[in-house]
């Protein structure tokens, strides 16, 4: 087929459909919000909810296969898609990708170590979980949490009402605080015939719970676990049957590897990609998507430096563009707010 469908209209899928175009595909987004970011760059907009059946159905008669730029679509949306049109990846990676909770349980039951987690559904459930797991430790909503936002963290006892409250007493996990040396993402991409391909893996930083950039080579400790963590990360794509991009977040620890958590979709820490491999996590999400081979992912320079531009970091772009050898992104969404990511910058070097 020709027109792919991307189900969310953020700066991921004004991405892919940078890439899908340049593949001789049209994309067709769908998403809820007014002119959100990649609706610029794409051939038809469909703005609606993703509870409106009716569109829904009339989006999938337009398109030849459906992906997703946002892992928070409604479980219930894919699956009236998936009786219509090809979806890629499947039902199954949202549904566990999108709660925390099967998430963890999916990867300990593929040999996984998670930090020390309980399940949260209470304000008296809570205080159990704090006698289990212990302080420090991080409260987070199951569902619809990302760049930090819908977590609490507890020092002491006494912060328990307050995080309970601050985390809108929703179903929730207690996750015990890691120690790491630093956090990393394997971000591999399977195709449909299950044929795998993984980018090297960056080390990524994070500032105020939003990734702050990502870069190769990583630390010495970030290497030795790798192969370990990309291992671990295949037997959850082969799982769950998962056809396009994964991101497994990763935290390094001087004791080993613990899994963080997963997106079902290309994901910030591979921004990198499109200009540091000799092909993007963009471009083999669509490959994957559209039932291509997959691309090579070796890094075209040793050394590759990725940076978001978060809130008012994006004004000074006229001295980004300046710059030589910087490559600059900027998602087109307007005038700056704080906390929101409104372009990145890319470094190579040897
Ligand atoms: P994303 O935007 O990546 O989806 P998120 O909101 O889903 O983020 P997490 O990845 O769970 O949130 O946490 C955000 C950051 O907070 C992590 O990258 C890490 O820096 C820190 N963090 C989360 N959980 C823990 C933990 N158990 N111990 C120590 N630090 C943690
Ligand atoms: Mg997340
Ligand atoms: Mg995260």
């Known amino acids: 087929g020709s ?4 189900l969310g209209g953020g700066q991921l899928g004004r991405m892919l459909a940078v890439a899908a175009a340049q593949l001789g595909y049209r994309c067709h987004v769908f998403a809820p919000e007014d002119a959100p970011p990649a609706t610029d760059v794409c051939a038809a907009v469909t703005r609606a909810e993703f509870s409106d059946a009716a569109a829904l159905t009339a989006f999938a008669g337009a398109v030849d296969v459906v992906t997703f730029e946002w892992e928070n679509v409604p479980t219930a949306a894919v699956r009236l898609l998936a009786g219509l049109v090809p979806v890629h990846p499947g039902v199954h ?23 020390p987690w309980a399940p949260v559904s209470s304000r008296a459930e809570l205080d159990e979980a704090i006698a289990r797991i212990g302080l420090p430790a991080i409260l987070k909503t199951r569902r619809f949490g990302y760049d930090g936002k819908g977590q609490a963290r507890l020092h002491s006892a006494d912060d328990a009402d307050a995080a309970w409250d601050a985390i809108g007493q929703q179903p929730a996990i207690l996750e015990g605080m890691v120690e790491f040396a630093h956090e990393y993402s394997v971000m591999l991409c399977r195709g449909a015939d299950g044929r795998m391909v993984d980018w090297p893996v960056p080390v990524n930083v994070h500032a105020g719970g939003i990734l702050a950039s990502s870069s190769l080579p990583a630390p010495s400790l970030v290497r030795a676990q790798a192969a370990d963590a990309v291992a671990l990360s295949r037997r959850i794509a082969d799982k769950l049957g998962h056809v396009g991009v994964l991101t497994c977040e990763f935290f390094a620890c001087r004791d080993g590897l613990r899994f963080n958590e997963m997106a079902p979709r290309v994901h910030n820490s591979g921004h990198w990609t499109i200009e540091g491999s000799l092909t993007s996590q963009f471009e083999n999400h669509i490959r994957a998507v559209a039932g291509l081979p997959l691309g090579p992912t070796d890094l075209v320079l040793p050394r590759v430096e990725m940076l978001n531009l978060i809130g008012d970091q994006a004004d000074d772009w006229p001295r980004l563009f300046a710059e030589p050898g910087t490559h600059v992104h900027l998602y087109g969404k307007g005038a700056s707010r704080p906390g929101r990511k409104m372009g990145h910058v890319t470094r190579l070097g040897r």
């Open 93 to 115: 990676s949202l549904e566990v990708a999108q709660d925390r909770m099967a998430e963890k349980q999916f990867v300990e039951w593929l040999g996984g170590r998670t930090a």
């Open 3 to 6: 027109t792919i469908g991307i």
